[in-house]
């Protein structure tokens, strides 16, 4: 369970801050008085989305047991009904039929058992071979230790899994001298995956001393769990795994995989979420069932500086087995980037999902928005031939779609790269570089991309855009999001990210799909290989006074290839 002391918390669509320990977060006790300001700042809110997942107002966190239950898809989160800010959290509930448009309804799980009494964390569902959901979730006792409980429907047959039940032997799973774990870090139990000796199998993050851990339990019934002698995996120096992931990827093709499917036709995913710098990684690697041991392919790298999800503001992700769809599907929190106060203000605070795949390479994930999400599109708009040569120095405006609220899909070709600028040897962190190389810092071959959420004299926007580099032997592609002039207002965090897209551009087009949605920026390059999502608020580009801007400020033409825009209908979110 993640959490933020200073910004706000949102859902990504498929789709960062704060870590989670009691002490770290505000927590007010007396929160009528952001109730009241909850309900009249819903009149004009220029920032909230449209179609990304949020709920009417207040605090959101980590996205909780995603799944997919008769046919309706089922997402609880971690929320807060008194205000805007972390605190008094429970299970919120929303059901929807296309992963889009989403109806709320009354918290899930909320403290009342003594497992629980002090905060309902984050936590994972499992359908039971019998089809019936169960939910493991993180509770704090009365002496603020982290354990682990049980709920299950009141009714199989309600389709909305309105009412749930605790069970009686809650907590199942805590933390003791004997075993050795930290009663201050063991949360966040993953979705449980049932072995070929009908063992029941769970993760749970913790650390030991700095030593990060996925703990394993094993269980006959899922009632009564035993602690394995060794943890599936662990690394030391990473400090405190959150919100661990645990699951198959086939080696072929797109499609998902329950799961519990073991076996030579998948490889194994661990994704955790560092407590110490608030990023996730992944690894892809191989589990050894009869030892229950996960181990990392050779060259994978096991820290914030490996492979992620998304190089921007997304942390506490959680996937799910889309059995209707038969695919991979992956939730994370988009949160704020404005003041606590501002959030207070706003009185709400925090997305869409995204599907997710083993790359052709078997070396990286791909994700792409969820194909519902295309329903939304309206006013399609391209760029006409005598356009599509993109000169150094120029700027194209793409009209006719609400900026605001766009879905933008462009490609670039390049068909001269004697003007890339060398990569030097210690130009080895693509944040660093982004943040010392942005859009404003003309190139050879590069920057070139997109201005979003744009004014119209562009002294606000986002910029999301590519660099070629000569390397060794190689083009490299830097990929940025660069939020250093999204708002006028100082207070905002405006962090810009970058990451080094796997695309030989000598044999490969240049793609950027961007997701615009009022104050997100969700960004999508090389088809799926890098993904960035910004959180901005503009304080000019706002409503129908923000624009959208094809620009390069290297030295060097660039083709456009293609360029589809889209406005995007607003989704029903209450």
């Not at 769970?202 to 339990?217: H, M, S, T």
């Not at 009185?347 to 194909?371: D, E, M, T």
Request: charged share 20%; proline share 6%; with cysteine.
């Amino acid at each position: 369970m993640a959490s933020n002391s200073s910004l706000v918390g949102f859902f990504l669509f498929l789709a960062l801050f704060f870590g989670h320990g009691i002490a770290s977060h505000h927590v007010y006790k007396d929160l009528q008085t952001f109730q009241h300001i909850s309900a009249a700042a819903d009149q004009d809110q220029p920032y909230r989305t449209g179609y990304h997942f949020q709920p009417p107002r207040n605090w959101i966190n980590d996205p909780n047991g995603p799944m997919v239950y008769k046919g309706l898809y089922h997402l609880f989160y971690q929320y807060n009904p008194k205000g805007a800010v972390w605190g008094n959290i429970v299970w919120a509930h929303s059901t929807s039929k296309d992963l889009v448009n989403w109806t709320p309804h009354d918290p899930a799980i909320y403290p009342s058992q003594p497992s629980d009494i002090n905060g309902c964390w984050s936590g994972s569902a499992t359908i039971l071979p019998t089809g019936k959901p169960v939910i493991l979730y993180t509770g704090i006792n009365p002496q603020n230790k982290q354990v682990q409980n049980l709920a299950m429907p009141k009714n199989i047959s309600d389709p909305y899994l309105k009412e749930w039940t605790k069970s009686p032997k809650n907590p199942l799973m805590q933390p003791t001298v004997q075993n050795q774990i930290n009663a201050s870090s063991f949360r966040d139990p993953t979705t449980a995956w049932l072995g070929p000796d009908k063992y029941w199998r769970v993760v749970i993050g913790n650390k030991l001393n700095r030593e990060g851990r996925a703990i394993l339990y094993k269980s006959k019934d899922f009632l009564n769990w035993v602690q394995a002698k060794t943890p599936l995996h662990s690394v030391e120096g990473n400090g405190m795994w959150e919100c661990p992931d645990f699951f198959p990827v086939s080696i072929n093709g797109q499609n998902g995989v329950d799961t519990s499917v073991i076996g030579q036709s998948v490889k194994h995913v661990l994704k955790v979420s560092l407590d110490d710098t608030k990023h996730e990684y992944y690894t892809i690697g191989s589990y050894d069932i009869a030892k229950d041991v996960y181990s990392p392919d050779k060259g994978s790298v096991e820290s914030d500086l490996g492979l992620r999800y998304d190089y921007g503001k997304f942390y506490a992700s959680k996937t799910f087995f889309d059995s209707v769809k038969n695919r991979r599907i992956l939730w994370g929190w988009i949160n704020e980037s404005s003041s606590q106060a501002d959030d207070i203000k706003k009185g709400w605070a925090g997305a869409i999902p995204r599907k997710i795949w083993l790359g052709k390479s078997g070396k990286q994930l791909i994700q792409w928005p969820i194909v519902e999400i295309e329903k939304q599109r309206a006013n399609h708009v391209t760029i006409p031939k005598t356009k599509k040569l993109l000169k150094g120095g120029s700027v194209i405006e793409i009209s006719g779609v609400t900026a605001e609220q766009a879905d933008v899909d462009i490609s670039f070709k390049i068909s001269d790269f004697e003007k890339a600028e060398e990569l030097k040897p210690s130009w080895t962190n693509p944040q660093l570089l982004c943040s010392q190389k942005g859009a404003s810092v003309k190139g050879g071959l590069g920057p070139f991309g997109l201005l979003v959420l744009a004014s119209k004299d562009r002294k606000e926007n986002t910029a999301v855009f590519f660099r070629i580099f000569k390397g060794q032997n190689k083009y490299v592609v830097l990929m940025c999001s660069d939020q250093s002039r999204s708002s006028l207002n100082e207070d905002n965090d405006k962090t810009t990210y970058g990451a080094f897209l796997d695309v030989d551009p000598r044999h490969e087009k240049l793609s950027l799909r961007s997701l615009i949605d009022h104050s997100i920026v969700e960004s999508f390059g090389g088809g799926g290989k890098v993904c960035i999502t910004a959180r901005v608020y503009p304080t000019l580009a706002i409503n129908s006074n923000a624009h959208l801007y094809v620009f390069n400020n290297g030295s060097e033409a660039v083709q456009i290839e293609k360029l589809n825009a889209w406005s995007m209908k607003k989704a029903k979110l209450t």
